[in-house]
Structures are given as C-alpha cells and as structure tokens.
C-alpha cells in the first residue's frame, strides 16, 4: 500500500541537528507515531544509533519513573555514544514539563524527539518548562493538499493545481471524498466505506475517553459530547453561548472552558469576527470550524448531504487558509455587520487585508455578492479572492483586484 507522505516531514529531519528537543504535537491518530518511526528507520540505515519509547505502553512507562534511573539505564544502553532517542505519547508522563527539562539540562549527548496529543498537559505545561529548550511542530490530520498527492501516487510533485485544473472530474472527485471522509491517516487508507466509519468512530471514542475523560479529568462526559455535535453541527456560524449553555445543561464559564479544551487538543479552532477596533474583536462572539471534516461529519451524524455541501466545502477552505497563513504574522477572521453582509473569512496581513469569499459550486463566470462589494467598498483592498470549485479569473472592482481562486490553486 502507498505510503501517505507527511509535508512535515523534511522539516523533522532538518531538526534532527539541533540541540534542542524536537517536540511533536498534534491530535490523536493524526500520524505522530507513525512519521516517527519512519524517520528512526531512516537514521538506522543511515547507521545511526536509536532508541524508542512509547508511554502508552506499560513496560516503557516503567523506565520513566524518575530521570536519574532513565538515565542510568541509556548510559548502559548506549556506552555514552550518541543515540536519537524518541519518546511518544510524552503526556502520559506527570510533570512531562519538568520531566524533560531536567533530561535537557544535563546536557546528554543525546537527541531527544518527543510527541503527543495535543493535550492541555502537553501544550501549556511542557510549553512552559522548555522555553529555549524545544522547537514545536505541528502534525495535524492529512491536509488537502497531502490527500491529493496520495491520491495521484505522488507523479505530480509541482504541477498537482495545473492537472486538477485540466483534470475536472480527478478534482472533483479527489475533493468529494475529502469533503465527506476527511483527513485522518487510518481513515484514508481504510478499504471499504464501513471500515472507514468504524475507524472514525475508534478515533473520536479515543479522543474522548483517553484525552477529555482521563487527561482532562472532565465530569460531564455528555455535556462535553452534546457541546461537539453543536459545534459540528453550527461550524462555521457566529457562537450564541445562551443558546449553546440551554442547549447542554452547562453554565456559560464551563462552556467556554470546554470549548477551550477542544481548540487546545486541536479539534476545533475559533475565528474571531474582524474589527478595525480591536478591543471589539477579542470580546464578540467567534465561529468555531472543526479542523477535520470528517470528523465534523460523523459528529453531525451525515456524510454526504448536498444541502450541507456548502459549508462542508467552507471548512476545508478554512483549513487551506489556516495552513497557507500558518508561518505568518497573519490572522484569519470573519465579517460581519449589523445588516447582516457577511465575508466568509477576511486575512488581516497587517499591511493588508485580504477578503476571501468561498463559493461550493463550479462558477462558469465572475460575479460577486452584494456584501462582498460592500467589504470592498469600505475597506478598499488592493485583493480579494473568490474561493470555488473551478473559475481562473480576475476582475476589477474600484481599487481591488478580484481572483476568483479555484480550490486546488491553494495547494501550492
């Protein structure tokens, strides 16, 4: 079976001559474990010397129990010679934080890779013990533009938006299955649409049983579950916490709490409304996207209802812009007003924003809403995109160049 090659990856191995911990987050089943063993596998016939541990099995978990045994225990493994030691799952161990730190400034001759869930443990804790003592990287499930690759055995390294763009029914088709499976690894390769299911189903029991019932010592379990199918079922939409707060029971502090704890282990992610007025910005009420449809998909209950085509389509462009935009200074927000004209999402660059609309049909020719026109009108931007499924094409309104921007063009 074709591998699914991970774009993360090139810069992992970059790392590996860095002294500092190479720290590996990112959501459960998302491939963490299994681009780890492939870079360990790399180094030992590179003829580099390895050892790994994963802290979600019990005869590994013993040899954490405090640094000097740890220790102690690869002095006599390694005789002192330099060793890439991987550790998965570090959230497992308490005081991970600290734990690692201690390890780091002992100045062993050895590289320590370290990953896990994004858990509240693992991003504040450990975050805070290793300031100027680890680089983070984030893994999160397949993006589009790696589940295109896999799905054209990866013969099309630089030219994958030009043969979508002369392909319509490979990018239809490669899109639709995105739309309605998403982008976790067990989930793509699973051979039949009932595995597939199954497997999405383990993934999200997982989540909620190992990392929100036990890591996150959460009491109400239904609550928190009700509160996902909500999000799931409104992404996209301006946040009404009165409504959510009836609709499980929960007061509104614990519903944002809760809310908090599903972005940290990067299930969600919240995008705040766009305001010249910051203070305005940080106290309005956010839409939350999950960050995998198909885990939005199977919350919600539906795979592929056309009605919901939409913002299905939506949510994944969210994730394109949030990947595109992720190594800048650049934030994603929404538009709204009081009377009701809406921007899907506009890209506030600093020097400059840029209003992205997101249309899920296959436009034949250039057109644009009257809200758009009314962001331009008011802001003047020198861009602006229209998202879709097919349409190459500019326009100019007023000051701003209009690209209407097909869906594949964002891989790049």
């Known amino acids: 079976m074709l591998e699914i090659r991970r774009s993360l990856r090139e810069d992992l191995v970059r790392h590996l001559k860095k002294p500092e911990i190479t720290l590996l987050i990112g959501p459960r089943q998302a491939g963490k474990t299994t681009l780890l063993r492939e870079i360990a596998d790399e180094l030992q016939v590179a003829g580099k010397k390895t050892l790994f541990y994963n802290l979600d099995i019990q005869k590994d978990q013993v040899h954490f129990i405090d640094q000097e045994t740890l220790t102690a225990l690869w002095h006599s493994l390694t005789g002192g010679e330099k060793h890439y030691i991987f550790i998965d799952e570090i959230q497992r161990k308490e005081n991970a934080g600290l734990f690692l730190k201690g390890l780091f400034d002992l100045q062993l001759p050895h590289k320590l890779i370290v990953t896990g869930s994004g858990s509240l443990e693992l991003k504040e804790k450990i975050s805070e013990s ?9 893994l999160y499930t397949v993006s589009l533009q790696e589940f295109a690759h896999y799905r054209t055995d990866y013969n099309f ?29 067990a989930v793509i390769t699973s051979a039949t649409e009932k595995e597939k299911l199954q497997t999405l189903d383990e993934i999200y029991q997982s989540y909620i049983e190992r990392d929100m019932r036990s890591l996150l010592q959460l009491e109400k379990t239904s609550a928190f579950v009700t509160l996902l199918r909500l999000v799931a079922n409104r992404s996209g939409h301006t946040t009404n916490f009165s409504d959510l707060a009836q609709h ?48 939005r998909n199977f ?16 949510t994944m462009v969210f994730r394109l812009l949030e990947s595109k935009f992720r190594h800048s200074a650049a934030t994603i927000h929404f538009w709204q007003t009081k009377s009701k004209a809406e921007v899907d999402f506009v ?8 209003p992205v609309e997101v249309k899920a049909t296959a436009l034949t020719q250039p057109k644009i809403t009257r809200s758009y026109r009314s962001f331009l009108e008011k802001y003047q931007p020198a861009e602006g995109w229209i998202v879709n499924r097919s349409l190459r094409e500019e326009m100019t309104i007023g000051s701003t160049t209009v690209k209407f921007v097909p869906w594949y063009d964002l891989l790049t």
Not at 347 to 354: A, D, E, K, W
């Open 130 to 138: 290793l300031v100027g003592r680890k680089r983070n990287f984030y």
């Open 157 to 185: 390294p630089d030219r994958l938006p030009d043969l979508l763009h002369a392909d319509p029914a490979l990018a239809e088709s490669t899109l639709f299955e995105y739309l309605k499976y998403g982008g976790y690894p």
């Open 248 to 295: 499980t029971a929960l007061n509104i502090a614990t519903l944002k709490k809760y809310l908090w704890y599903s972005e940290k282990t990067f299930i969600t992610h919240a995008v705040s409304p766009y305001f010249t007025n910051k203070e305005k910005e940080i106290v309005k009420a956010p839409a939350y996207y999950m960050l995998d449809v198909g885990l």
């Open 299 to 314: 919350l919600r209950g539906i795979f592929d209802d056309p009605a919901d085509r939409g913002m299905r389509f939506q």
């Open 347 to 354: 890209v506030n660059r600093g020097f400059s924003l840029l």
